[in-house]
T-cell receptor, first 113, second 112 residues
Framework: EPEVTQTPSHQVTQMGQEVILRCVPISNHLYFYWYRQILGQKVEFLVSFYNNEISEKSEIFDDQFSVERPDGSNFTLKIRSTKLEDSAMYFCASTTRGVYEQFFGPGTRLTVL | GQQLNQSPQSMFIQEGEDVSMNCTSSSIFNTWLWYKQDPGEGPVLLIA?????ELTSNGRLTAQFGITRKDSFLNISASIPSDVGIYFC????????????FGTGTRLQVTL
């Protein structure tokens, strides 16, 4: 069964460093998302991406964040200058219908020291 | 801000028991989704509901879209140890394209 994959599974970085989180969505999906989950809390929406542009973003997704689909298979989330409060699990999701049945990857645990 | 509230927050049950949990909103939803999350993993989609009053099953799981469109219910029958995890409801707020808002979660623990 096709699935969303994410790399790395765990990323440790120093405050102020740039990180890039990578995702390979399900191959025939057209809509891509990033969510994050701070430890012990609920999953929060960051950004949605369709047709090579951002379609929606949350207040969390400020100028320090960017997303890109550099080729036909990868979808990346970049954090330019990480802060301690960026420590969280980051989930990529995708869907084919452009509606709501989103399929999530296993996540990248980001630890900012 | 807008929030989906789930209850109970956590529950301990014995293997073989049935489980009920619910999710409520202050606003109307047109779609309800139920996800399960295992520790250290991503949410896994269990059931999607698209019509008020709809009742949908997936194995031992049954979910209902409340007729007021402000709530949804998930039932698990004859629980087994692998049902352990956190169950989240989710849905798109009216006026948003497709971003999902997640509920606060119900943590289920099963004892043998």
């Amino acid at each position: 069964e096709p699935e969303v994959t994410q790399t790395p599974s765990h990323q440790v970085t120093q405050m102020g460093q740039e990180v890039i989180l990578r995702c390979v969505p399900i191959s025939n999906h057209l809509y891509f998302y990033w969510y994050r989950q701070i430890l012990g809390q609920k999953v929060e929406f960051l950004v949605s991406f369709y047709n090579n542009e951002i379609s929606e973003k949350s207040e969390i997704f400020d100028d320090q964040f960017s997303v890109e689909r550099p080729d036909g298979s990868n979808f990346t989330l970049k954090i330019r200058s990480t802060k301690l409060e960026d420590s969280a699990m980051y989930f990529c999701a995708s869907t084919t219908r452009g509606v709501y049945e989103q399929f999530f990857g296993p996540g990248t645990r980001l630890t900012v020291l | 801000g807008q929030q989906l509230n789930q209850s109970p927050q956590s529950m301990f049950i014995q293997e073989g028991e049935d489980v009920s949990m619910n999710c409520t909103s202050s606003s109307i939803f047109n779609t309800w989704l139920w996800y399960k999350q295992d520790p250290g993993e991503g949410p896994v989609l269990l059931i999607a509901l698209y019509k008020a009053g709809e009742l949908t099953s997936n194995g031992r799981l049954t979910a209902q879209f409340g007729i007021t469109r402000k709530d949804s219910f998930l039932n698990i029958s004859a629980s087994i140890p692998s049902d352990v995890g956190i169950y989240f409801c989710a849905g798109p707020w009216a006026g948003t394209a497709s971003k999902l808002t997640f509920g606060t979660g119900t943590r289920l623990q099963v004892t043998l």
